[in-house]
């Protein structure tokens, strides 16, 4: 059974640090994983989009790394600022063709 | 284009009612899933709808049943509600079924008394 989990569970950093986010897996038979934003109250943002054959993808200031033989995913950012505070969560697609959410680690910048 | 739109965005039901939720994905989009979102649980994954067929479904009790139209608008419905089934219920459509990127809605905030 595939399960998620993310370390740190919350993190605070000074405005301008740069940052790295966890995401482990049990499960390496992966189709793809997802990294999303989540602001209080709202939807999740989708920030980068991992296939199984791929090692990275970057979009500005985000940069994520997929392990698969390890089980993790590492999602750096880079020079943060307060409008990156937010929830990120993790989400891999199984072979099942199940998607199966982490826990999420709440992230605070402070100006 | 438009994104994911849910309604209604904010829900009150007592114990034993019924609800219905709705979800309209981007124009195109063919796959629509829910999830429901609990401090407890985290998110977890309700089902998933491709082309009007339920094509996976998560481990939750057959009172949560959805269906999809033709215009790929999906329905969520939860029965005989629950204190428990208080929760965030998000919706994610994406081009095809598969490995492809999710996009979400706002949700649905329901809260039963």
């Known amino acids: 059974k595939q399960e998620v989990t993310q370390i740190p569970a919350a993190l605070s950093v000074p405005e301008g640090e740069n940052l790295v986010l966890n995401c482990s897996f049990t499960d390496s038979a992966i189709y793809n994983l997802q990294w999303f934003r989540q602001d209080p109250g709202k939807g999740l943002t989708s920030l980068l989009l991992?296939?199984?054959?791929?090692r990275e993808q970057t979009s500005g200031r985000l940069n994520a790394s997929l392990d698969k033989s390890s089980g993790r995913s590492t999602l750096y950012i880079a020079a943060s600022q307060p409008g990156d505070s937010a929830t990120y969560l993790c989400a891999v697609k199984t072979s099942y063709d199940k998607v199966i959410f982490g826990p999420g680690t709440s992230l605070s910048v402070i100006p | 284009k438009a994104g994911v739109t849910q309604t209604p965005r904010y829900l009150i039901k007592t114990r034993g009612q019924q609800v219905t939720l709705s979800c309209s994905p981007i124009?195109?989009?063919?796959?629509v899933s829910w999830y429901q979102q609990t401090p407890g649980q985290g998110l977890q994954f309700l089902f998933e709808y491709f082309s009007e067929t339920q094509r996976n479904k998560g481990n939750f009790p057959g009172r949560f049943s959805g269906r999809q139209f033709s215009n790929s608008r999906s329905e969520m419905n939860v029965s005989t509600l629950e204190l428990g089934d208080s929760a965030l219920y998000l919706c994610?459509?994406?081009?095809?079924?598969?490995?492809?990127?999710?996009?979400f809605g706002p949700g649905t905030r329901l809260t039963v008394l």
């Open positions: 991992i296939q199984s054959s791929q």
């Open positions: 994610a459509s994406s081009s095809r079924a598969g490995s492809n990127e999710q996009f």
């Open positions: 124009s195109g989009h063919r796959s």
